[in-house]
Nanobody, 124 residues
Framework: QVQLTESGGGLVQAGDSLRLSCTAS????????MGWFRQAPGKEREFVAA?????YYAAFVRGRFTMSRDNAKNTVYLQMDSLKPDDTAVYYC????????????????????WGQGTQVTVSS
């Protein structure tokens, strides 16, 4: 398993931006596909974005969120713009050594390592 540490969450107003970071403790970081998920109170964990050979996004964040990776820093980022109150959730980073397509990467069961999560709260 890979140890993942998220950071960058906080309390912002609607329309603001945040950048989340997730750093992995592995020398083989470039071999891992990475995902971002989120979980709001009382709801199931849902897919936000993932990067393997391609980058995939949930429909509800496309155009507002951008996921990127820096293999030299063992880090992935989630740039979140035009935030809405509905984006309020705990955001989790996840890693998998298997690369797949968009449907595969949207499934929480396909990730073997998870971070502890970072809270994002968007006020109206």
């Amino acid at each position: 398993q890979v140890q993942l540490t998220e950071s960058g969450g906080g309390l912002v107003q609607a329309g603001d931006s945040l950048r989340l970071s997730c750093t992995a403790s592995t020398r083989a970081f470039s071999n891992y596909a990475m995902g971002w998920f989120r979980q709001a109170p009382g709801k199931e964990r849902e897919f936000v974005a993932a990067v393997s050979g391609n980058t995939y996004y949930a429909a509800f964040v496309r155009g507002r969120f951008t996921m990127s990776r820096d293999n030299a820093k063992n880090t992935v980022y989630l740039q979140m713009d035009s935030l809405k109150p509905d984006d309020t959730a705990v955001y989790y980073c996840a890693a998998t050594s298997t690369w797949g397509g968009s449907t595969w990467h949207a499934n929480t069961k396909n990730y073997g390592s998870w971070g502890q999560g970072t809270q994002v709260t968007v006020s109206s």
